[in-house]
């Protein structure tokens, strides 16, 4: 069963976020609980599905340029083009839209020419009908 999210659940993401290698002694601090109520608190998120993994990202040297491909379909085709996105490993997400556009993916590749060679494979895909490519500048903040 899901719960709702209370102030300390509330402070406690925003403090992972902020920091995910914080000790448990660190979080508890700044949730103002013990660490064996942190503990379960945690367990609780997870089970709950509010905490879903813990996860590496990559470093920037590792693969500077990243590019959104924003995609129409002919028809509602998102669960067809998604499971054949997930082969090709410079690919980091993809999303489902509602609105002129149905699918947002994010890649990061070491050159422009490979965005392009993975742009093009995908524009060959039946269901795509459009792609449009944008190149991401600067990120102002991850959270």
């Keep these: 069963m899901t719960r709702s999210l209370d102030h300390k659940d509330l402070k406690l993401l925003a403090l992972l976020r902020n920091n995910a290698r914080a000790s448990i ?4 601090a700044g949730v103002e609980l013990s660490r064996t109520a942190l503990i379960e608190r945690i367990r609780r ?5 509010v905490i879903e993994g813990y996860t590496l990202k990559k470093a920037q040297r590792e693969a500077p340029l990243t590019f959104f491909l924003l995609i129409k379909t002919h028809q509602p ?7 054949r996105l997930t082969e090709i490993h410079e690919i980091t997400a993809c999303h489902s839209l509602g609105g002129d556009i149905d699918i947002i993916i994010e890649l990061s590749t ?9 742009r093009e494979e995908i524009s060959g895909y039946p269901e795509v009908a459009h792609i449009a490519t944008s190149t991401l500048l600067k990120t102002h903040f991850e959270k």
């Design 25 to 28: 002694k660190e979080l508890a």
């Design 45 to 49: 998120l997870e089970e709950d599905g």
């Design 77 to 83: 085709s998102c669960e067809l083009i998604a499971p």
């Design 110 to 118: 070491n050159t422009p020419q490979r965005a392009n060679e993975i």
